[in-house]
């Protein structure tokens, strides 16, 4: 999914004019009086907003399936986003300056997929009669990666939202790393369109709160208000002033009719212009599934309850008998509007060629994050630790260094917890609206929005992006953790304070259950190192990996240095997954297994038994199961049965390697209280305790 892009064949539009100031529109009484000629083929666009309302009833009536009220109620919304307002190149739906737009209320994807197919992108009128059909570019909801023009993966309501400010974060940092006073080649917008449930969930409001501060003016939110949601009314479960509480966060806000074109151009065209420290929101006032008369503006018209009365709904639209009709003139409009664009394309290409010429040292580094080159000596590049005790997360504060220097676009971020999660790059700088070229991103206590916001920086992809919170919280930042995972998005989560090891603050903040809870995730690494040399390996591992993002589980307490083992074959045996440790200097008898903060233990208990025993370090579950057969069959080989493992958490996952014959020292209930050596010892997980298991079977 992330292949590597030729830089000179990097695509461009002509930048968005953002010179002048224009009043704010606060109402929609105030830009009827000046709306006149403000969307150019108003006759076309209109043609096309009730063409692509025929295309969603069309292919939701087709599948049985599908939300039929967003797409008709939002149809003017996409005429002049798509039809007007937007740059973009469907020819080159990777172009580095195009505006970016995020569907948040993915469940209206049909929506997408109409302007998609109309606009020239890859998506045939074969795929969007194919609507959720096995297979096919256009699934129940937009997948990145999947369809061409779809820049995230949306569903889980509101975090989409989220997800656009990460775009724009990432866009503000780009234009700092990149631009020059002679040459802005970053100059774009990120448009999100959202409905009701979308500014429900509190994962919006946390992205929200977070661009407010940051005056991320290069955002404009849509918001599809029609007032319904799935049960009921929204009234029912909402009563909310959302201008004013928008406006109190730091944002710029406008009152809009939805399906009145001029007055959404002239917030759009506005809103652009204002580069003013305020992120725009756009109430646009609509008639949810507008068109099928029979429950336009009910509840019934959020899904396909409507699907009963389309063939006189498309009657009244003047929509001929022939389904997924799109007009000759409609066909003839968006070949016109295309040209356009490939000549502000062909405008920002020009002025990129010179932008390269004179900035050799940028463009090299953008050519690297366009890329996601990783040096191929990084592990040599990190210095070997002295002997000594290391809790992993200062191990990997020290790690951390080396890998940032080597990697200019990496950034990291934390949910409030640097001075803990110890994930601060030195001299980095701290990222702000008064310093987009910093690299330690600040998320508050936001959790949640930080995985969506962290999200939006992958999809945009040119950073490598990282961020931490105790693993406890990881839960907090679960739904977009998940997605990151089935989008094989390639981000980093550092997860700390990972054990019982947490101690004092009790069982509210010792996560027993959360690496058994990350590795059910399918697509997630999941990495628990056991010392300071296996945390080197650990992130080297993570910023290598391209198709999936990596949980790194790191301890708040000291762990000695296994010293005994090779500083290289702990290294490369994470990347590995797992790796003998200790291997048996007789006939193998048992083999103990281990992760992280627990391998110590084993290793302390193989020399204490005798020549018979073998300790396997099992970092990553995940990344062992990628492994040749062959290898896995000689780190642990079937003939021996006799077999224990050791991690402190839930024992479940440990039983697919050591079997019905083996046992699993852990535990299955909360912690305790009390300073982390002493709750080690009262649930038995010391090298006591592993040697009485070892010699138990």
């Not at 909360?670 to 592993?690: M, Y």
Request: proline share 4%; hydrophobic share 40%.
């Amino acid at each position: 999914m992330w292949t590597s892009v030729v830089l000179a064949a990097l695509s461009f539009s002509a930048p968005v004019s953002r010179v002048g100031h224009t009043k704010v529109v606060r109402t929609r009484a105030d830009v009827r009086a000046s709306t006149a000629t403000l969307v150019t083929n108003e006759v076309a666009l209109a043609r096309a907003a009730d063409e692509s309302r025929g295309l969603s009833m069309d292919s939701i009536a087709a599948a049985h399936s599908g939300h039929l009220g967003l797409p008709l109620g939002a149809a003017e919304v996409g005429a002049v986003l798509f039809g007007q307002e937007m740059t973009f190149n469907p020819e080159d739906p990777k172009w580095l300056n195009r505006d970016r737009f995020v569907l948040s209320a993915g469940h209206g994807s049909m929506f997408l997929y109409s302007w998609l197919h109309m606009t020239g992108y890859n998506l045939p009128l074969e795929e969007v009669k194919n609507f959720r059909q096995l297979d096919s570019l256009t699934p129940g909801h937009p997948e990145f990666g999947h369809t061409e023009g779809v820049e995230a993966t949306t569903g889980p309501l509101g975090t989409g939202v989220s997800n656009a400010v990460g775009m724009a974060m990432a866009a503000k940092m780009a234009a700092a790393n990149y631009n020059t006073k002679e040459h802005a080649i970053f100059d774009h917008h990120v448009f999100a369109l959202c409905g009701d449930g979308c500014l429900q969930e509190g994962v919006s409001f946390e992205g929200i709160s977070i661009a407010g501060h940051e005056k991320l003016d290069n955002l404009i939110l849509l918001y599809d208000s029609n007032k319904v949601t799935l049960d009921k009314m929204a009234d029912v479960t909402q009563s909310e002033d959302h201008a004013a509480r928008f406006k109190a966060m730091g944002w710029d806000v406008y009152d809009v009719d939805g399906h009145d074109m001029s007055q959404l151009a002239k917030a759009v065209q506005d809103a652009k212009k204002n580069d003013n420290g305020k992120p725009k929101l756009i109430i646009c006032n609509t008639i949810i599934a507008k068109g099928i008369d029979e429950v336009a503006g009910t509840c019934a018209g959020h899904g396909e309850a409507g699907v009963a009365f389309t063939a006189a709904s498309r009657a009244k639209l003047g929509l001929p008998e022939e389904k997924w009709y799109v007009s000759p003139d409609t066909k003839a409009f968006f070949a016109t509007r295309t040209s356009e664009l490939k000549a502000q394309y062909k405008a920002w290409n020009d002025k990129f060629a010179a932008w390269k010429a004179a900035n050799a040292d940028k463009a090299k580094m953008l050519q690297m994050a366009v890329n996601q080159e990783v040096p191929a000596d990084l592990l040599s590049q990190i210095p070997v630790f002295k002997p000594g005790k290391y809790a992993t997360r200062n191990a990997g504060a020290t790690v951390l260094q080396p890998v940032a220097k080597a990697i200019p676009y990496y950034v990291s971020g934390s949910a409030d917890l640097h001075g803990s999660t110890k994930n601060l790059i030195k001299d980095g700088g701290d990222v702000s609206s008064k310093n987009w070229a910093g690299r330690n991103l600040y998320y508050g206590i936001r959790e949640h929005g930080m995985g969506a916001i962290m999200n939006g920086f992958a999809y945009y992809g040119l950073n490598k992006i990282s961020g931490a919170t105790f693993l406890v919280f990881c839960d907090y930042l679960r739904g977009a953790l998940r997605v990151a995972a089935l989008t094989h998005l390639p981000v980093t989560y550092i997860l700390t304070h990972d054990s019982i090891g947490v101690g004092e603050d009790g069982p509210t903040h010792q996560p027993v259950e959360a690496v058994s809870a990350l590795r059910v995730i399918p697509n997630m690494d999941v990495i628990r190192p056991a010392d300071a040399e296996e945390t080197a390996g650990a992130f080297v591992q993570s910023v290598t990996r391209t198709d999936g993002p990596t949980a790194l589980i790191l301890s708040r307490q000291d762990l000695p240095t296994l010293d005994d083992i090779p500083v290289d074959v702990r290294r490369t045996g994470v990347m590995k997954g797992a790796y003998i440790a200790v291997k048996e200097t007789s006939a193998l008898e048992k083999i103990i297994i281990a992760s992280g903060s627990e391998v110590h233990l084993a290793v302390d208990v193989a020399k204490k038994l005798g020549g018979g025993i073998r300790v396997v370090s099992m970092p990553s579950m995940e990344i062992f199961e990628r492994q040749p057969d062959a290898y896995k069959k000689e780190v642990l080989p079937p003939s021996c049965t006799k077999r224990v493992a050791v991690e402190a958490g839930v024992t479940a996952h440990w039983y697919k390697y050591v079997g019905l014959e083996g046992k699993v020292l852990g535990t299955d209930s909360f912690g305790l209280s009390a300073p982390g050596n002493l709750v080690f010892d009262k649930f038995g997980i010391n090298a006591a305790g592993v040697e009485k298991l070892v010699k138990s079977i």
